[in-house]
């Protein structure tokens, strides 16, 4: 079954202490997002990947830090959050190269709480 | 700046009662509008891409309509089952920043 995977899919965690959320996709995409989603906000892009090794900022990239080893796997590092990043996060992938605009498939959603 | 500002913020809408979505856009050249749904606790869905003023695309329920400045979601007909909150986003030619608006909670009363 095609999908993306977020993990963990809930998680409470103190100012200050590093955490990732991982991000896998079974799809062969090249291109993978960050989002996040706040009440009246809508979904902010954090950071995106067109291919691996290659990164770029969205909108709302402070405090976060992204890496593309592997086509497949897209993890979001807070490397000191801070309770202005609770929210809910969404992982997101699609085919093809620069400027395809083709369906974004979506994980889950990974709900955090930093206090 | 790209833009994309959804109205009304949450509609509510008897079973069969026809009504509309709008998604107002500002961006230096489309290369595409999409249109996703989105249940709760659940990530948003792929519903439509447009890509050029005058173009439609229907599914069941659903039209979705784009000329230069807007897009409409026509929902005609709706039955419970399509409450849910819908989305709205803009790729401008320049760049892979996909850009979502604030969406729009439908709710559809039986």
């Known amino acids: 079954e095609a999908q993306v995977t977020q993990n963990p899919r809930y998680l409470i965690t103190v100012t200050g202490k590093k955490l990732t959320v991982t991000c896998s996709q079974n799809?062969?995409?090249?291109?993978m997002s960050w989002y996040r989603q706040d009440p009246g906000l809508g979904l902010r892009q954090i950071y995106y990947s067109m291919n691996v090794e290659v990164t770029d900022k969205g909108d709302v990239p402070e405090g976060y830090k992204v890496s593309r080893k592997e086509k497949r796997n897209f993890p979001l590092i807070l490397e000191s959050p801070s309770p202005n990043q609770t929210s809910l996060y969404f992982c997101?992938?699609?085919?093809?190269?620069?400027?395809?605009?083709?369906?974004?498939?979506f994980g889950e959603g990974s709900r955090l709480t930093v206090l | 700046e790209d833009q994309v500002t959804q109205s009304p913020e949450a509609l509510r809408l008897q079973e069969g009662e026809s009504s509309s979505l709008n998604c107002s856009y500002t961006v230096s050249g489309l290369r595409g509008l999409f249109w996703y749904r989105q249940d709760p606790g659940k990530g948003p869905e792929f519903l439509f891409t447009l890509y050029s003023a005058g173009e439609e695309k229907e599914k069941e329920r659903l039209k979705a309509t784009l000329t230069k400045k807007e897009s409409f979601l026509h929902i005609t007909a709706p039955k419970p089952e399509d409450s849910a909150t819908y989305l709205c986003a803009v790729q401008a030619n320049r760049d892979d920043k996909i850009i979502f608006g604030k969406g729009t909670r439908l709710h559809i009363l039986p």
């Open positions: 799809m062969n995409h090249e291109y």
């Open positions: 997101a992938s699609k085919k093809g190269q620069t400027l395809y605009t083709g369906e974004l498939f």
